[in-house]
């Protein structure tokens, strides 16, 4: 990844892809204490447009107000070094990284002499899954591995070190044969994906667990919107545990990268039909229509980077 061709945003201004460096002292490097975002933009006709791209930046800076690590760029700034990431290297389709992190001026865990950093790289990306997973439905497992309890780390942020327990669950069910990993929180109860939020479907109403442990997801909000507005779906947030997930007509993972995606198995159960279900198709196709620019409604979660 890094010996690309672009401009990489880095502390206010664009540098050379290969020279968008830092020291290996850099104290995130060493202590995982950072935060990032995953944000997506889509090819429209109104050219490339960034999903949600206010949102991404609100639980960034809410991420580093967790932290109590201090921004020192305000959200507009932000905001803009993430259209000019994608509009200066030309992209359509983009996966952006936006990053805050701690650099090398000192190694103590106190970090009280140190500068926060903020990047931003932006990089072609057309799809995380293949065709016939978002159609076909992935298999999932239950990982061994407990998500972060409430007290242990700070599940409302996007933080890096968290990031560790995902790799861990992930790398797992991947070496079981299986594409994604569901962990349950410190209580057994369904918390996430190892990068999504889940919801599962049963006689026509949706569930989704509360956000105790999980990430407080922006396609899980969009999703919800969808699901209220435009098919008229009741959508309860409420505790699930993994049988439920068992006998569920339909489950999906959300997330700026997964999108809308359907599980056909979990621990070797087939879920539903053992394919994608038919409200999970309705909410896929309006999630990938919304996305895209094909809806009227919501202009707003749209940001043209040509704007
Ligand atoms: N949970 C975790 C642990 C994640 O990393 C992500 C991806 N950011 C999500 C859920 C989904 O969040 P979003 O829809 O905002 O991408």
Request: one cysteine or more.
């Amino acid at each position: 990844m890094a010996e690309r061709e672009g401009l990489i945003w880095l502390d206010g201004e664009m540098v050379d892809w290969k020279d968008a460096k830092v020291h290996v002292l850099t104290h995130t490097l060493h202590y995982g204490m950072g935060c990032f975002e995953g944000v997506r933009a889509y090819a429209t006709d109104k050219g490339a447009q960034i999903f949600r791209l206010q949102e991404h930046t609100d639980r960034l800076f809410r991420s580093a107000h967790i932290l109590n690590m201090e921004m020192p760029f305000s959200k507009e700034e932000i905001n803009e070094a993430q259209l000019a990431a994608v509009r200066e290297n030309n992209l359509e389709h983009a996966y952006l990284r936006p990053m805050v992190f701690f650099g090398s001026e000192g190694m103590g865990l106190r970090a009280d002499n140190l500068k926060v950093h903020v990047m931003v790289a932006a990089w072609e990306w057309p799809s995380y899954m293949s065709p016939e997973a978002k159609e076909l439905g992935i298999k999932v497992q239950t990982s061994s591995y407990t998500r972060h309890h409430v007290n242990i780390t700070m599940c409302k942020a996007k933080a890096n070190g968290n990031y560790m327990n995902s790799m861990l669950a992930l790398s797992e069910a991947l070496r079981s044969g299986c594409e994604e990993a569901l962990l349950l929180d410190n209580e057994g109860y369904v918390a996430e994906g190892s990068g999504e939020n889940i919801f599962v479907i049963r006689e026509g109403k949706i569930y989704t667990p509360e956000l105790t442990s999980c990430l407080d997801g922006i396609t899980r909000r969009t999703v919800i919107e969808l699901a209220k507005e435009e098919l008229g779906l009741d959508v309860i947030e409420k505790r699930i545990t993994r049988d439920e997930v068992y006998v569920a007509d339909e489950a999906f993972f959300t997330g700026t990268a997964a999108e809308v995606l359907p599980i056909r198995e979990l621990d070797g159960r087939q879920i539903g039909s053992g394919r994608r279900g038919p409200i999970t198709e309705k909410l896929q196709t309006l999630y990938f229509d919304q996305v895209t620019g094909k809806r009227a409604e919501h202009p707003e979660w749209l940001s043209p980077v040509n704007g």
